[in-house]
């Protein structure tokens, strides 16, 4: 039997540059080898105010887009987290088991809720135990994810790990998958800071759907640190960070890249990777127009049904072993 992997991204925002190279580009690498759940994760989205129409249409926009960077369906499942209302009740479940100090510790809560817990929702809190809950439902093997996820993929293991000893063997304990190249895409116009759906910035990130001057022009515009050098080197982020987007979207080695730019300037070095990252992204926006509605709702349905069934033997499982029965069945 293959082993399984689950991933997810929320349904907000435009998703960027990162977000392709540190999560899709491996799921749909990892999709033959795995059986693999891909979940737009919309119960998470709400954990920030969201715009109810905004978030119906990016719903299925993300759906499009999982398709056209080839996550294929008939190999992969695909669905959407509130058609499984089991990751809502075994988040419950795990919340019981979870410590306020474990969530108090998560970065990403101190980050989204600016610091300010008093003013943060709750669901923003817990945020991380519903993201469990995705993950231990499947019985997952493995998790590709960015690098910002990893300590949450901790936790996930760690509320496995306490489950299957206070209750018995129950859950596999997930590993995380994290690309040793691209699991951290940073800001253009801030190196320091993380690509990201919601940056102040308008050129910090490249969308997957911005157009080629778009594309070039925010490229142009990209902060480089001092010195002449296109080279990998850590102590120069900026520099670093637009060398491995080009390495990503070429597939070059990195000598490769690195020997294609010797005695070459920054001007000619951003030009380059600007039309690296349009050759890239224009067949995949082609394909993002080729699913209607209908055909996304189709496989999306077909997805949650087959997610379902899984998803209920293992809280069925859990409600067994904790004596949680009801009068139902
Ligand atoms: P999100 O948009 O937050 O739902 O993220 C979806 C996936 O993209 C997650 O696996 C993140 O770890 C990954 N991701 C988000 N931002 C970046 C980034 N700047 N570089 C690499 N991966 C990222
Ligand atoms: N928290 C992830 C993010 O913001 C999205 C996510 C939710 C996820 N559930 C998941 C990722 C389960 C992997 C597995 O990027």
Redesign the pocket.
């Known amino acids: 039997m293959k082993k399984r992997i689950f991933?997810g991204?929320?349904p907000t925002g435009n998703l960027h540059l990162?977000?392709y190279?540190?999560?899709l580009k491996n799921w749909v690498a990892l999709q033959d080898e795995y059986e693999s759940f891909f979940c737009i994760v919309n119960l998470h989205a709400v954990t920030l105010p969201q715009d109810p129409q905004v978030l119906r249409q990016k719903t299925l926009d993300l759906a499009r887009i999982y398709l056209a960077s080839g996550i294929d369906p008939e190999k992969s499942t695909v669905f959407i987290q509130s058609d499984v209302s089991e990751h809502a009740e075994l988040a419950w479940i795990l919340s019981c088991t979870t410590r306020m100090g474990e969530l108090e510790r998560m970065t990403q809560f101190k980050d989204k809720g600016k610091g300010n817990a008093e003013r943060a929702g709750v669901g923003l809190f817990t945020y991380p135990v519903l993201m469990a809950a995705d993950i231990l439902l499947y019985q997952t093997h493995l998790v590709p994810?960015?690098?910002?996820?990893k300590q949450h993929l901790e936790l996930s293991r760690d509320l496995a790990e306490r489950f299957n000893r206070d209750f018995g063997e129950t859950f596999v304990v997930p590993e995380p998958f994290i690309p040793p190249v691209?699991?951290?895409?940073q800001s253009l116009a801030d190196p320091a800071k993380?690509?990201?759906?919601s940056d102040e910035n308008a050129n910090g990130a490249i969308f997957l759907m911005d157009d080629a001057d778009t594309i070039v022009k925010k490229l142009k515009k990209a902060v480089t640190d001092s010195g002449t050098e296109i080279k990998f080197d850590e102590t120069r982020p900026a520099i670093n960070n637009l060398l491995t987007i080009y390495q990503l979207m070429t597939g070059k080695t990195a000598a490769e890249c690195e020997a294609n730019f010797v005695g070459k300037g920054y001007g000619h070095f951003k030009t380059e990777t600007a039309e690296a990252v349009v050759e890239f992204l224009k067949p995949f926006q082609e394909r993002v127009k080729n699913y209607t509605d209908e055909d996304l709702k189709a496989i999306l349905r077909t997805g949650a049904e087959k997610a379902k069934t899984i998803a209920r033997e293992t809280l069925t499982d859990v409600y067994g072993k904790m004596g949680i029965v009801g009068a139902l069945n």
């Open positions: 991933s991204a929320q990162g977000n190279l540190g999560a994810v960015g690098q910002d996820q691209g699991a951290r895409i993380k690509m990201s759906k």
